[in-house]
């Protein structure tokens, strides 16, 4: 039980445009959805927490406006990024936690890769 | 910032011998949680160990916590192949994590 799913696995996109990321729980309802960048070799940063229902919570430092964060089912948030520049490819991982999972439960997906030519 | 720190950044063995690795953070924690991930893919859950235990086990893993020097410890005994990968504490602050910089695990055959 509680897997995550992220679609696409991977994407290219032109400089300029948008793009959509899934992030899906597949067998338990995500009250609460992660969304995490993690740069060639480096750790993983937090961006955003969002609630089912409700606007993210951003970190400090992430563009709001250009990474529009979507959690409307309990099954699935979407991440989209605007306006993409080369410096916005990264590894996009989520998680999801459900209610009555603990605070240190996270449920992480496989990951989407995006590269912006 | 609250985010820990791994050693060693990189760590290259030979298959059979253990691997030692360190992760320090900086404020109090609930728990940590150590993390593994392949290159490319996404994260795989090894271990949660609570801020008022010791050390904890898990198959091949160990993991230890001292909370006096807020840091722990991941020991993977007896390495294989394929234990090569990127190897991740995670600290929980109460809402949510903060990932170390990752120790890069290489396992020679």
């Known amino acids: 039980g509680a897997v995550v799913s992220q679609h696409p696995s991977w994407v290219i996109c032109k400089s300029g445009t948008s793009v959509k990321i899934e992030c899906r729980s597949l067998?338990?309802?995500?009250?609460?959805m992660f969304w995490y960048r993690q740069f060639p070799k480096q750790s993983l940063m937090l961006m955003a927490t969002?609630?089912?229902?409700?606007?993210?919570?951003?970190e400090q430092g992430v563009e709001k406006d250009k990474f529009l964060i979507n959690h409307a089912s309990l099954t699935l948030s979407t991440l989209t990024v605007t306006s993409a520049h080369p410096e916005d490819s990264s590894f996009y991982i989520c998680?999801?936690?459900?209610?009555?999972?603990?605070?240190?439960?996270?449920?992480f997906g496989p990951g989407t890769r995006l590269t912006v030519t | 910032s609250q985010q820990g720190e791994e050693d060693p950044q990189a760590l290259s063995i030979q298959e059979g011998e253990n691997a030692t690795m360190n992760c320090s953070y900086k404020?109090?924690?609930?728990?940590l949680q150590w993390y593994r991930q392949n290159s490319g893919r996404g994260l795989v859950h090894l271990i949660l160990i609570r801020s008022n235990e010791r050390e904890k086990h898990s198959g091949r893993l160990r993991v230890t916590l001292d909370t006096s020097k807020k840091s722990s410890s991941l020991l993977i005994t007896a390495s294989r192949a394929a234990d090569t990968a990127s190897y991740f504490c995670?600290?929980?602050?109460?809402?949510?994590?903060?990932f170390g910089p990752g120790t890069r695990l290489s396992v020679l055959p």
């Open positions: 067998d338990f309802q995500a009250t609460t």
């Open positions: 998680s999801a936690r459900g209610p009555g999972q603990g605070p240190y439960e996270q449920y």
């Open positions: 969002s609630n089912e229902g409700s606007k993210a919570t951003y």
């Open positions: 995670a600290t929980d602050h109460g809402q949510n994590f903060v």
């Open positions: 404020t109090s924690i609930n728990n």
